[in-house]
C-alpha cells in the first residue's frame, strides 16, 4: 500500500495530496521503527522488529517502497536504506532466491 500512495503522490492523483503525505510519512516511521534496521539493512517479518520466522520475501518489497519514497522527497537517507536493504538481501543467499517462485506448478498437466 505504501508503494501505491507514493506513486500517486508521485504523479498528483491524490485529491487531498496533504493527508495523503501525511498518512504516508507515518507509515514510514512504522516501517523504520517496526520492521527494518536501516543501519544495517535487516527487513523483518513482523512488527517489534521480530525476524523469528525469516523470509526472504520482504526485502524486494521493503527496497521498492524505500526507493519510492527517495524518488518522491528526495530524502538521501531513503536511497541508502534500500541501498543496505539490497546488500543485505544478497548477503543472505539473495542471488539464489526468486520472491515469486511457487513451489508448485501452476499448471498440472
Same mark, same amino acid.
Given at each position: 500500500?505504501?508503494?501505491?500512495?507514493?506513486?500517486?503522490?508521485?504523479?498528483?492523483?491524490? =485529491?487531498?495530496?496533504?493527508?495523503?503525505?501525511?498518512?504516508?510519512?507515518?507509515?514510514?516511521?512504522?516501517?523504520?521503527?517496526?520492521?527494518?534496521?536501516?543501519?544495517?539493512?535487516?527487513?523483518?517479518?513482523?512488527?517489534? =522488529?521480530?525476524?523469528?520466522?525469516?523470509?526472504?520475501?520482504?526485502?524486494? #518489497?521493503?527496497?521498492?517502497?524505500?526507493?519510492?519514497? #527517495?524518488?518522491? #522527497?528526495?530524502?538521501?537517507?531513503?536511497?541508502?536504506?534500500?541501498?543496505?536493504?539490497?546488500? =543485505?538481501?544478497?548477503?543472505?543467499?539473495?542471488?539464489?532466491?526468486?520472491?515469486?517462485?511457487?513451489?508448485?506448478?501452476?499448471?498440472?498437466?
Amino acid at each position: 500500500m505504501g508503494v501505491l500512495i507514493a506513486r500517486a503522490l508521485q504523479q498528483n492523483l491524490l =485529491k487531498d495530496r496533504e493527508k495523503a503525505e501525511q498518512s504516508l510519512r507515518e507509515y514510514h516511521a512504522f516501517y523504520l521503527r517496526e520492521l527494518v534496521n536501516a543501519a544495517t539493512g535487516l527487513v523483518c517479518n513482523c512488527s517489534g =522488529k521480530d525476524n523469528s520466522y525469516f523470509r526472504l520475501y520482504n526485502y524486494p #518489497w521493503a527496497v521498492t517502497f524505500f526507493l519510492e519514497c #527517495w524518488k518522491l #522527497w528526495g530524502e538521501k537517507e531513503d536511497l541508502k536504506t534500500a541501498v543496505r536493504i539490497t546488500e =543485505k538481501f544478497y548477503e543472505q543467499d539473495g542471488f539464489r532466491f526468486y520472491p515469486m517462485r511457487r513451489k508448485t506448478p501452476c499448471f498440472s498437466s
